[in-house]
């Protein structure tokens, strides 16, 4: 038997030779999409399952109704399941998965136009970010809430952004817009919430 040493702390797995080994969790996934792969539909189910709950969230903050966001979810279990020979076992499978969620996502919002930029900048100007931090006191799911309640390009810029950690280079080559207008997108959609939560602290 090799040697090797595991660091539990930090969930690293090394052999002798410093090289990574794969966690018993990533083995199972690794075996799931294999047997997912093969057309196992008691696997599929399993995958679905497991992923549907975290993806569902996602898909409602990007399109902001749930109805719809239920289409965008079985669209992207669709295309994640007629590419998933494509995922190598590189990386978080999750974090794989995301993307196409997400690509899903910017498909629909782009279909039905919208990622309109212009009016809803000039719609949100004249608005004042002058809110302190410390007086934002709200919970998670009413942010979430409000998220969702971001016009269409507020909100995919945001999400994107502060939620996904893509970069304003990422987003643009996405969106087919510029760095400038992300920057600005995200500038205007922080600006249209802090707004909503200033009016809510106030009633």
């Not at 792969?37 to 995958?47: P, T």
């Not at 992923?51 to 409602?60: D, E, G, T, V």
């Amino acid at each position: 038997m090799v040697p090797f040493c595991i660091y539990v702390g930090h969930e690293k797995f090394m052999d002798q030779k410093g090289r990574r080994l794969n966690t018993v969790a990533e083995n199972f996934d690794l075996q799931l999409i294999k047997s997912c792969i093969k057309g196992d539909r008691v696997a599929q189910k399993v995958l679905y399952d497991r992923l549907a709950p975290r993806m569902f969230p996602l898909c409602i903050r990007y399109i902001g109704d749930r109805v719809q966001a239920e289409d965008v979810l079985q669209d992207g279990f669709i295309t994640l399941f007629t590419h998933l020979e494509s995922y190598k076992g590189e990386g978080s499978f999750e974090g794989w998965a995301r993307r196409i969620f997400v690509t899903t996502a910017l498909m629909t919002l782009r279909k039905k136009d919208a990622l309109k930029m212009s009016e809803e900048i000039d719609q949100a100007r004249g608005m004042k970010a002058d809110i302190p931090s410390q007086g934002q006191n709200i919970g998670y799911k009413e942010l979430m809430t409000l998220v969702m309640s971001l016009p269409p390009g507020f909100r995919t810029v945001f999400n994107m952004y502060a939620i996904e950690g893509y970069s304003h280079k990422e987003i643009a080559e996405a969106l087919g817009i510029s760095e400038t207008t992300s920057r600005t997108q995200l500038s205007r959609a922080r600006t249209w919430l802090q707004n909503r939560i200033k009016e809510r602290e106030n009633v």
